[in-house]
């Protein structure tokens, strides 16, 4: 089974920025629509940004225009560029698979995710 393992995460003030990134143990990044997930206290989990194979993105609405999502092939990560944070993004965040195009569930188990806090 292919781990997962996000990271980046950490405390930041409203406005700020922070930078995630996820590795796998396995070679999926090639294989795979890859999608960013949050979670906050009390809540469900929610999708926040996909990419394809090809390099299409999806967003969800309340991330459009302050969250970038990218593959390195490089360093064989995806990651999630998040400018002007708000309290409302604090959560627990995940990477995953899609069994779809830009769509789809999540097809790994889910790592241990990495926490992002805003507050001043």
């Known amino acids: 089974q292919v781990q997962l393992v996000e990271s980046g995460g950490g405390l930041v003030q409203p406005g700020g920025s922070l930078r995630l990134s996820c590795a796998a143990s396995g070679d999926i990044f090639s294989r795979y629509t890859m999608g960013w997930f949050r979670q906050p206290p009390g809540k469900q989990r929610e999708m926040v940004a996909l990419?394809?194979?090809?390099?299409?993105?999806k967003y969800t609405d309340n991330v459009k225009g302050r969250f970038t999502i990218s593959s390195d092939n490089a360093e064989n990560t995806v990651n999630l560029q998040m400018t002007t944070l708000q309290p409302e993004d604090a959560a627990a965040y995940y990477c995953?698979?899609?069994?779809?195009?830009?769509?789809?569930?999540?097809?790994?188990?889910w790592g241990q995710g990495t926490q992002v806090t805003v507050s001043s």
């Open positions: 995953n698979a899609l069994s779809g195009r830009l769509s789809g569930a999540a097809i790994l188990s």
């Open positions: 990419i394809s194979l090809g390099g299409n993105t």
